[in-house]
């Protein structure tokens, strides 16, 4: 995993990670609800006293940065910027002046 011991330890203080596979996503789709949506397979993170979770991860270290910032430090995960910073490399520069 990509992250530090301590941050792997506090999360799972607080939550537990796990993986939602194709047979219990297939049995929950089968048993739904009318007015529910499906369940897909991927990672997700339960807190362990309140009734807390978030699920549909890629990757188990996806869920583990989230639970890190939502349940850990109490905030929203910081987002990358939604268009890139356009920035001028010294050769388009140089054809300019």
């Known amino acids: 995993m990509l992250f530090a011991q301590e941050i792997i330890n506090a999360v799972n203080a607080v939550a537990r990670i796990d993986y939602v596979d194709s047979t219990l ?3 929950w789709n089968q048993q739904r609800g009318e007015n529910e949506l499906r369940l897909f397979t991927g990672w997700y993170w339960e807190h362990k006293t309140e009734r807390r979770f978030r699920q549909g991860f890629k990757t188990k270290s996806v869920a583990y940065r989230d639970a890190w910032y939502e349940l850990v430090m109490e905030t929203s995960a ?3 910027r939604t268009r890139p910073r356009v920035v001028e490399t010294q050769k388009q520069a140089r054809k300019k002046g």
């Open 25 to 27: 996503a297939r049995r």
């Open 78 to 80: 910081p987002m990358w």
